[in-house]
């Protein structure tokens, strides 16, 4: 491996241990807002307790998510900063406005969120959670519009070899954030979801304040099946976009190397991903045209076709991504998106019928689901991400133009390992804090000792530090 690759590994790395933790940041947030809502308008303190014990894993979360965020910015700097100087007029300034308005909106109002139970009027608490809530999504949209410059830039020239802005608002209303922003919003709500009925089951079968964790299945199984069903919809607009401004990575999902029309949808390909003779396959006739066209009856390119043009365009050299990976981080998006679907329908079903406690088999079941939208997260990135190679601009720079030239195999090397390892810590760490505090049920409110002081959130720094 090269300097090149080691870099890529390790950018790659971060990102993937990143995003473990900002869908649930994004989720999670809104889901606490609303617990908070529900106490101040019933005035009931089973959802300020509520909100106080998903509050505690939120903040554990959120911490570890800032940690592995700002590692990420620091390599453009330094492994990558012949893309920054490349894209540096137009990569700063969303980044910037992240950090100035978003960044500091959610952090500053999380610490006065932590530290002023009792100290401020309900509502006025309330309103702090929900600035949180508000300040974490803002955040994933200027990430976002950072991020869709990469995958179809607009709003730009180049000059001296660099790209400028000339229209910001070009920037912000790039269509491709408004298809990912959407889908980013409810997969983190469907993290959150599953994340809270996951461990609500772990205390239901454990009898554990049964009547704080039905309510918080309640309240997950509902956003759960509504944020699911959006995630789907939503991919579906996405696939569509997908077809007009990166017709390679369709082509790439499909492991689809003949242009076809109509063009069938693949279930299942064994053989053929390498462009060589395909051994099995499961395929649904016209449907890829009615994933991409809405219609019965379209021409999608494959990718031998795809990569005539792209040589007749920009010159000779591979243009093709990694279509075993693309084909497969798919299918497990897609695969694990329906089975959640499911789930949450039979989740809603069982709240319902009010009758949650009663299943155990199904509450063991939603303890393992905990890891599906993990896996939709991470493969939906990695898709969208390794889909674009040769380019890390699309059209407009290739990967290997952007990487330093002053950084030496040993270098990326050793960083890489050095990373890894750390981040690695970091994670055991996380999900110690994260499975002690889950595991650390609040006792019912009619055993608890009237003049007893409420349980506060601040408890909870001693342990982050």
Same mark, same amino acid.
């Given at each position: 491996?090269?300097?090149?690759?080691?870099?890529?590994?390790?950018?790659?790395?971060?990102?993937?241990?990143?995003?473990?933790?900002?869908?649930?940041?994004?989720?999670?947030?809104?889901?606490?807002?609303?617990?908070?809502?529900?106490?101040?308008?019933?005035?009931?303190?089973?959802?300020?307790?509520?909100?106080?014990?998903?509050?505690?894993?939120?903040?554990?979360?959120?911490?570890?998510?800032?940690?592995?965020?700002?590692?990420?910015?620091?390599?453009?700097?330094?492994?990558?900063?012949?893309?920054?100087?490349?894209?540096?007029?137009?990569?700063?300034?969303?980044?910037?406005?992240?950090?100035?308005?978003?960044?500091?909106?959610?952090?500053?109002?999380?610490?006065?969120?932590?530290?002023?139970?009792?100290?401020?009027?309900?509502?006025?608490?309330?309103?702090?959670?929900?600035?949180?809530?508000?300040?974490?999504?803002?955040?994933?949209?200027?990430?976002?519009?950072?991020?869709?410059?990469?995958?179809?830039?607009?709003?730009?020239?180049?000059?001296?070899?660099?790209?400028?802005?000339?229209?910001?608002?070009?920037?912000?209303?790039?269509?491709?954030?408004?298809?990912?922003?959407?889908?980013?919003?409810?997969?983190?709500?469907?993290?959150?979801?599953?994340?809270?009925?996951?461990?609500?089951?772990?205390?239901?079968?454990?009898?554990?304040?049964?009547?704080?964790?039905?309510?918080?299945?309640?309240?997950?199984?509902? *956003? #759960?099946?509504? /944020?699911?069903? &959006?995630?789907?919809?939503? !991919?579906? $607009?996405?696939?569509? @976009?997908?077809?007009?401004?990166?017709?390679?990575?369709?082509?790439?999902?499909?492991?689809?190397?003949?242009?076809?029309?109509?063009?069938?949808?693949?279930?299942?390909?064994?053989?053929?991903?390498?462009?060589?003779?395909?051994?099995?396959?499961?395929?649904?006739?016209?449907?890829?045209?009615?994933?991409?066209?809405?219609?019965?009856?379209?021409?999608?390119?494959?990718?031998?076709?795809?990569?005539?043009?792209?040589?007749?365009?920009?010159?000779?050299?591979?243009?093709?991504?990694?279509?075993?990976?693309?084909?497969?981080?798919?299918?497990?998006?897609?695969?694990?998106?329906?089975?959640? *679907? #499911?789930?949450? /329908?039979?989740? &809603?079903?069982?709240?319902? !019928?009010? $009758?949650?406690?009663? @299943?155990?088999?199904?509450?063991?079941?939603?303890?393992?689901?905990?890891?599906?939208?993990?896996?939709?997260?991470?493969?939906?990135?990695?898709?969208?991400?390794?889909?674009?190679?040769?380019?890390?601009?699309?059209?407009?720079?290739?990967?290997?133009?952007?990487?330093?030239?002053?950084?030496?195999?040993?270098?990326?090397?050793?960083?890489?390992?050095?990373?890894?390892?750390?981040?690695?810590?970091?994670?055991?760490?996380?999900?110690?804090?994260?499975?002690?505090?889950?595991?650390?049920?609040?006792?019912?409110?009619?055993?608890?000792?009237?003049?007893?002081?409420?349980?506060?959130?601040?408890?909870?720094?001693? /342990?982050?530090?």
């Amino acid at each position: 491996m090269d300097a090149l690759m080691l870099s890529r590994l390790q950018f790659g790395v971060t990102t993937v241990y990143h995003f473990f933790f900002v869908p649930l940041t994004l989720g999670l947030s809104l889901m606490v807002a609303l617990m908070e809502t529900l106490y101040v308008s019933s005035g009931r303190e089973i959802y300020k307790q509520m909100t106080k014990f998903w509050g505690k894993l939120f903040v554990i979360n959120f911490a570890m998510g800032v940690v592995t965020g700002i590692v990420q910015e620091f390599q453009f700097g330094m492994n990558w900063s012949e893309y920054s100087r490349f894209v540096g007029d137009i990569f700063g300034a969303p980044l910037a406005i992240e950090a100035l308005m978003a960044f500091f909106l959610e952090s500053t109002f999380l610490g006065i969120w932590i530290f002023s139970w009792d100290k401020l009027s309900k509502g006025l608490h309330a309103a702090v959670i929900w600035l949180v809530a508000i300040g974490a999504n803002i955040s994933a949209l200027w990430i976002l519009i950072a991020n869709s410059f990469m995958q179809e830039p607009v709003g730009y020239v180049i000059n001296d070899g660099r790209a400028e802005m000339v229209n910001f608002f070009d920037l912000i209303f790039n269509p491709n954030v408004w298809v990912m922003f959407p889908h980013t919003i409810t997969a983190g709500l469907t993290t959150a979801a599953f994340f809270v009925m996951g461990i609500s089951a772990y205390h239901l079968l454990r009898k554990n304040n049964p009547d704080l964790f039905k309510r918080s299945f309640q309240v997950a199984a509902v *956003l #759960g099946t509504f /944020a699911v069903v &959006l995630v789907i919809l939503n !991919g579906h $607009s996405q696939t569509q @976009h997908m077809v007009e401004s990166q017709p390679m990575k369709i082509a790439a999902a499909e492991g689809l190397y003949e242009t076809e029309s109509p063009a069938s949808f693949s279930l299942l390909t064994i053989g053929n991903l390498q462009g060589t003779e395909e051994i099995f396959s499961i395929r649904l006739p016209r449907m890829l045209c009615l994933l991409a066209y809405n219609q019965l009856d379209c021409e999608i390119q494959g990718i031998n076709n795809l990569q005539a043009q792209s040589e007749q365009e920009f010159g000779p050299g591979n243009y093709v991504p990694p279509v075993p990976v693309i084909y497969w981080s798919f299918r497990v998006m897609v695969g694990a998106g329906f089975l959640m *679907l #499911g789930l949450a /329908a039979y989740a &809603l079903f069982l709240v319902m !019928g009010d $009758s949650v406690e009663n @299943h155990k088999k199904s509450l063991h079941l939603f303890g393992w689901a905990i890891a599906l939208p993990y896996l939709a997260n991470t493969a939906g990135w990695i898709m969208t991400e390794l889909g674009r190679v040769p380019w890390v601009v699309y059209g407009l720079m290739k990967i290997e133009d952007g990487v330093s030239v002053v950084v030496s195999w040993g270098a990326a090397l050793l960083t890489l390992i050095g990373f890894t390892l750390v981040y690695a810590a970091l994670m055991v760490a996380t999900i110690y804090l994260l499975a002690k505090f889950a595991r650390q049920a609040p006792p019912p409110l009619d055993i608890q000792a009237p003049s007893a002081a409420p349980e506060t959130i601040p408890s909870l720094v001693g /342990a982050q530090e």
